[in-house]
Nanobody, 123 residues
Framework: EKELLEFGGGLVQAGESLRLYCDASGFTLDDRGIAWFRRTPRNGREDLACIKPTDGTTYYRESAKGRFTISSDVAENRVYLQVNNLTADDTAVYYC????????????????WGPGTQVTVST
């Protein structure tokens, strides 16, 4: 069974950084793109970034450029999301998702995603 599992979230102070992790099982990262998105009750879903681990090509939504960095380790079957200079607006549940074309919601929707990891930023 193909699954994704996010972890690394938690309670952090504004201005700090956080690295989120996404472990893939049941498939290998070299056959599809992996995206990160987040959800809040107020804003709903916000697509952030995507990576094609095969060649390392990355894509970012305009709102995620600068503070967010997506990367991957094919050997570990893991994708990362580094978030710097966190603010209260970054408080959300963060998900990684299988996004074969790295369309990030502009084309076919995500194939599947994990249960998410909560990030809470205190001020």
């Amino acid at each position: 069974e193909k699954e994704l599992l996010e972890f690394g979230g938690g309670l952090v102070q504004a201005g700090e950084s956080l690295r989120l992790y996404c472990d893939a099982s049941g498939f290998t990262l070299d056959d599809r793109g992996i995206a990160w998105f987040r959800r809040t009750p107020r804003n709903g879903r916000e697509d952030l970034a995507c990576i094609k681990p095969t060649d390392g090509t990355t894509y970012y939504r305009e709102s995620a450029k600068g503070r967010f960095t997506i990367s991957s380790d094919v050997a570990e079957n893991r994708v990362y999301l580094q978030v710097n200079n966190l603010t209260a607006d970054d408080t959300a549940v963060y998900y990684c998702a299988a996004d074969p074309l790295c369309a990030m919601g502009s084309g076919p929707d995500y194939d599947f995603w994990g249960p998410g990891t909560q990030v809470t930023v205190s001020t």
